[in-house]
């Protein structure tokens, strides 16, 4: 059986010696170094450690042992995710909003729960996968087990300076982006420059780059940056609440988009576009990746673990039903075949 110790990886760093576990963001803002997992559905488990250090060595990939490539299942087969486009349309139509996000949890049981290591999943993930934001956060007691290869920055904070990268536009090259993309973008910018202008300082909310084409294995995103400086006497929990969920992968106005999300989607999102990552509340720093890319485990009463990953693409007038269901496709067939191991070999040899 594999070690349950807690602990947590990123940036090279891995932190042990669990201190404290708590729901109150505002404990970001008190001392020590914390891992995050804020869940889509709005639960918080903030983790501090007493010992976190350097260590680029990864797990070995070989104690990941993942479920069979045909084991997985949609929440959303198809059909229902097609008339689930179809019916974001009608409310586009109506006026209720401009953009949402749909998104499908896809489920497979592991055969060996007991010797199936998160970490080692992360490091095949970086092998098949790279990612800017990869990471591992490992709290069994507490129902987190996350490995996650997002690419996307929620939020990073330095002192008071907040940056976020909002993701929206995705193809195979960048001669697949549509007009449809780079507009899904620049709404997505104008919620999340709404967002962090209701706790930064007037007039410091700023967009150093829009729509800027970045390569990632398999596909290409739009990405845009926007910046700001948190007013004083704001911090982590005012922060999450003005911003969270984060914008792209909910949609424009925000409070409609998660009505419509709720009234479609049939599973919960877990820490799939929730929150995943670090804060050093000494240093007054930190850094949280949208939770895309991003794979956890449900373990079952009876000792097993089911482990799951969302995907989702953001639907406009715009849209067309087939194109949206077949980037879902493309931002989960990667991901599913490292997870499963059709990558291993390749993988260790890379």
Request: glycine letters at 10%.
């Amino acid at each position: 059986m594999l070690d349950p110790a807690p602990f947590a990886r990123f940036g090279g760093l891995v932190a042990s010696d669990l201190r404290d576990v708590t729901d109150d963001p505002q404990a970001l803002d008190s001392r020590g170094w914390w891992a995050v997992v804020a869940d889509f559905e709005g639960r918080v488990v903030c983790a501090r450690f007493g010992d976190v250090r350097p260590d680029p060595r990864p797990a070995p990939a070989d104690r990941w042992r993942g479920p069979a490539p045909r084991a997985w299942t949609s929440s959303l087969d198809r059909p229902a995710y097609l008339a689930g486009v179809r019916r974001i349309r009608e409310h586009i139509a109506g006026g209720e909003v401009y953009q949402a996000n749909l998104c499908r949890v896809l489920s497979a049981p592991l055969p060996d729960a007991e010797r199936s290591d998160m970490d080692a999943l992360t490091t095949r993930l970086a092998h098949g996968n790279p990612a800017p934001y990869a990471g591992t956060v490992h709290l069994p007691a507490h129902g987190v087990e996350v490995a996650t290869a997002s690419p996307e920055l929620y939020v990073r904070r330095t002192g008071r300076t907040l940056h976020s990268g909002p993701i929206k536009g995705t193809g195979r090259t960048a001669a697949d982006l549509l007009d449809k993309d780079h507009a899904e973008n620049v709404m997505i910018v104008d919620l999340v420059r709404n967002d962090l202008g209701r706790v930064c300082a007037a007039g410091s909310v700023t967009v150093p780059a829009l729509c800027a084409v970045e390569e990632h294995p398999g596909l290409v995103h739009l990405v845009s940056t926007v910046r700001g400086e948190l007013a004083e006497g704001t911090g982590w929990a005012e922060l999450l609440a003005a911003t969270f969920p984060p914008g792209s992968v909910t949609g424009a106005p925000k409070s409609s988009a998660l009505r419509i999300i709720d009234a479609l989607e049939t599973a919960p999102r877990g820490p799939y576009c929730g929150g995943v990552g670090w804060v050093d509340a000494d240093r007054r720093t930190g850094e949280l990746a949208v939770g895309i890319r991003t794979f956890w485990l449900d373990r079952t009463a009876s000792g097993g673990a089911v482990v799951r990953f969302g995907t989702g693409a953001g639907i406009t007038w715009g849209s067309d039903p087939e194109r949206e269901w077949a980037e879902t496709e493309l931002k989960a067939s990667r991901l599913l075949a490292v997870a499963s191991g059709a990558h291993a070999h390749r993988a260790s040899g890379r």
